[in-house]
């Protein structure tokens, strides 16, 4: 891997091509087979091989050709606005939700406390725009197919927390996640309850966590807990995702680089000014770009498109063909990319505003 790089779920940084490769190798990661895509072609990550990697996903399969009872469960850390990043773990959300899973969705208050330093009071007027954002996205948020919670407010995890803290040392966390604060120490363990909570609450069951490969010292932490302690359920599953990189050409999109993303909220005419800067896979000039083609593998403005903005893969794939073949020049591209940016955004909005109210009664924020 590289020599600067580390996986840590609070500041991963630095992570290359080659780097995931050796990760799917070095933790046991399986890779998604041609087999498992086939299955799950109507989730669009899964499809468009956004999402690389896995964990127990063949029990979900499973779940669903048995007419069993799966879940899916994420969440967000209220720490500011839904950005590019944020977005694609709501849509997986959305996505397996739709496939008949049932959406176990977690305000992390306590991590964003812990890694941030917002208090509670101040977490709960970012949790609701959160949310709102989620439900305009698509979740359904009936009880029958979501359960959401604040992990402040829900003793089932802070109930979890302290069962398997007694198999948990010191030296056990710091292999894992390095030298951090207690406080990150016992938001990991709020996470494993978490993860678990759908098993918790409604029976040992199936679950996916859909997540960026950063996130994975979580996933391994709580299987690993779940074989020792809740022994009768099921280790939960994860997929993972290719993180996006920054606008800016920083390794990834974060909240704490602004210039890196652009948020659901943010002013149209900065979100424009953002893609347009943004880098792309072209060459120094028209005229190269013509010659040698452009590698659309490496251009934000095409990976912006297929994670999240272009519904069709034919298009996406005639315009990866007519970039390679130097018939597709980067400024129209972005002007495209621009024009369907907005459209989504102003058309989110509108839904969203309409969901506030919902948000507020479902976290019991009035």
């Keep these: 891997m590289t020599d600067e790089f580390k996986i840590d779920p609070w500041s991963s940084t630095n992570i290359m091509e080659e780097d995931y490769k050796r990760l799917i190798k070095e933790f046991g990661i399986e890779e998604m087979s041609d087999s498992l895509r086939e299955i799950f072609k109507k989730n669009r990550f899964i499809r468009r091989k956004i999402i690389f990697g896995h964990r127990s996903l063949d029990t979900i399969y499973r779940a669903i050709e048995k007419g069993k009872n799966w879940a899916v469960m994420s969440g967000i850390k209220p720490s500011g606005p839904f950005h590019l990043g944020t977005m694609t773990t709501a849509l997986e959300i959305v996505e397996f939700q739709k496939m008949g899973g049932k959406a176990y969705y977690c305000i992390a208050d306590i991590e964003s406390w812990e890694d941030n330093g917002i208090p509670y009071e101040e977490a709960e007027e970012i949790a609701v725009d959160n949310l709102a954002d989620i439900l305009a996205l698509g979740l359904d948020p009936s009880p029958k197919k979501a359960y959401i919670w604040r992990q402040s407010q829900e003793p089932i995890v802070k109930d979890a927390c302290f069962k398997v803290s007694r198999l948990v040392t010191n030296n056990m966390l710091h292999a894992i ?190």
Excluded: W
């Design 177 to 366: 996640y390095g030298e951090k604060t207690f406080g990150l120490y016992l938001a990991a363990l709020i996470q494993v309850g978490d993860i678990l909570l759908p098993q918790i609450l409604d029976g040992a069951q199936p679950t996916i966590v859909p997540v960026g490969i950063d996130q994975d010292p979580h996933i391994r932490l709580t299987r690993d807990l779940t074989r020792r302690y809740y022994k009768k359920f099921f280790l939960p599953g994860s997929t993972y995702h290719y993180l996006l990189t920054g606008l800016d050409g920083s390794e990834k999109m974060s909240k704490r680089n602004p210039n890196s993303y652009f948020t659901f909220n943010e002013d149209l005419k900065s979100i424009e000014k953002k893609i347009m800067g943004t880098l792309t896979g072209g060459r120094r000039n028209k005229k190269e770009q013509k010659e040698l083609g452009g590698e659309p593998q490496n251009c934000m403005i095409y990976k912006i498109l297929m994670y999240h903005f272009e519904e069709s893969d034919e298009k996406l794939n005639e315009d990866f063909l007519a970039c390679i073949h130097g018939e597709l020049m980067c400024g129209p591209h972005k002007r495209e990319c621009v024009e369907k940016v907005i459209e989504f955004i102003k058309k989110h909005r509108e839904k969203k505003e309409k969901l506030i109210d919902k948000a507020r009664e479902l976290l019991n924020i009035i």
